[in-house]
């Protein structure tokens, strides 16, 4: 409460302004206006505080029920801003367009204390009923606005400091807005800012919630900014016109009112149609694509996204064949399609006609919904880490992090404490904050291991621990931390194998194995021409077409290094090709020549009848990569360098003798039982 004192200075400051309007300088342009409002049009007096009225227990529910939407897409907002802020003396205030008071997040202490001055839900606080105050003044002028302390108009809330901003809905109205009232002393900058960014969040949520059936576009001039809040955001129907638009779109492409974009084509706006946009969204896995303004002077980047809510006539035909769109009228169906059906829509970048590969979807996509663990096999890149993440997205736990770790890529010393993480000064080098260990990472999420097979065998042990119990325990640490994630594990060789000799835990196994999902090599499948056709255009915004002769080395080749070698050899090609065509010039020579590592190897070697009398028999390299192929005759040279002593070629590459055997092994390097290094025993095996 403020003093008597300070009542009278203030009712002096507050009367001064309808007298001489030059006092207004030492308030805001919109604080004064309000200031003269208070006065002149609403009759208030600064000097005769009266308490905002408050509705009804009948009044608040039917007014709180004309807001549900507002409400419902607010609340989670309000509570992350709150959060954000971290202020115990603060409140996140929701009001209507009238200045109802119909939801607020504050802790309790500050809300029983704002309550006996009148911020309460159900009060109400437009400028008529509380003066000069950030809620009602944003209101009427209709713009983010700070209301510090003394600004107010009645003394009783110089102690506070609001910042306010207004929510729009699709048609420009203002349908409320969202304010912090805390009592700082100073106006906070970033309070003022992160109340507009979560005023936005809330107008695309308004939008996501009005328009469920409609097709969603979002668009931005800058690549890196579509999905983020900086983005434009437009509701589509099934036949191309725009139902609702955010007021970033409405920025993005220099408009003034929804009015002038709202009811007309979405080809008006952009020099295509809505079929092309989700038809190229699909084939790029929903990475940005190229388009121009109608007007074809201005570059935007977009994705286009049919309905959550039911999927309509036209995305069912796009999905089946682009071409057949164009063709056939689009029929939305009353009633909704099953949830597996939406699960597997968010999978079809999987895959593009291969029999294999979409039963093994449908598989993983069925299992993954009871939170089953997955053990993904396939050949070095194949795509492991793409199906995991995929199934992440479509997983209970696909609001979490999707934390994936390469038990191979890790040196041995390290994967214990990236994989459980580490308190402060746990280990000589360790951070003096500590650090979280993945595991914990994905609590909540979804742990990725890719290549399990390389675990370290003490570590299998400790990972079959955490998978039993559901807790963790960093190194160092005495407490355990509680863990819940999803558990996709993925490797190129078979782990069944590796029980039986040993090299992998079989208690670990059975518990990693709730089911095994296969992913075909590349030359086995029968979608390559369209997978081909798929990362051309993910790579270019303006895809080349393919040659016969072209086409044809492509589908003939092999593949040893599956989808990532595809990527890399159209990735050249696409940067070499000079015109609207790539041809067997723009390839490599061995994808031209049909010719493989592991066949080169062969033509060169009588290298086989060379070998140290330690090796033991031939070496079966076809399930090599061409990275890996080269590693193997890497490390062979080594060998040879340091007579077969394991321990030199270890110290020579910086790693430990059991590292060195765990890569020999995974290279198809075997050593007889009789090999007369007396030091080549590995202790771990």
Known sequence: MSSLGDVDTHVREVLNIVNNP??????????????????????????????????????????REAATDLIACSKLEMTTLYQQLADPELAVVLVDADGVIVHQVSSVPFGEAVAADGLRVGAMWSEREAGTNGMGTCLIERECIAVCQHEHFYPRYTSLTCSAAPIFDERGSVVGVLDVTSRSKLLQQHSLVLVGMSRQMIENRLIDARYRHANMIHFHSRPEFVGTLHAGKLAVSDEGVVLAASRSALFQLDLRSPAELCGKRIEEAFNATLEDMIARSIRGSFHPVTVYSAKANSRFFLTAQTPREGASGTTRILMNDPASARSKPAARKDTREPASAGRLDKLSHLEFGDPRMASQIQLAARV??????????????????????????????????????????????????????????????????????????????????????DMPLALQARLLRVLEEHEVTP????????????????????LAEFVQTGMFREDLYYRLNGIEINLPPLRERADALALIGHILETESDEPPALSAEARQALLSYPWPGNIRQLRHVLQMAIALCDGPEIRCAHLPAEIVNGVTPATQAAVRAPAATMQPPHLAGDADTSALNAIQVKERETVLQLLDEHRWNVSNVAKVLGISRNTLYRKMHRLHIRLSHDTPAADNAPSDA
């Open 475 to 494: 190194l160092g640490a005495e407490t355990t931390v509680k863990v819940d994630f999803q558990l996709i594990s993925a490797s190129h060789r078979n």
């Open 22 to 63: 030059l006092a207004a300088r030492r308030a805001s342009d919109s604080v004064a206006q309000s200031w003269l409002r208070c006065l002149t049009e609403f009759r208030l007096d600064p000097a005769r505080f009266v308490m905002p009225p408050v509705l009804t227990q009948y009044e608040l529910t039917e007014r």
């Open 368 to 453: 993954i919904q009871r939170k089953i663990p997955i053990i993904l096999r396939g050949q070095t890149g194949t795509g492991k880490e793409v199906f995991a993440n995929a199934l992440h997205s479509i997983s209970p736990n696909g609001g979490g992090a999707f934390v994936a770790v390469n038990c191979a890529s890790l040196p041995e010393n390290l994967i214990e404490s990236e994989l459980f993480g580490y308190r402060a000064g746990a280990f000589t080098g360790a951070q003096r904050e500590g650090r979280r260990g993945k595991i914990v990472q994905a609590n909540g999420g979804t742990l990725f291991l890719d290549e399990i097979g």
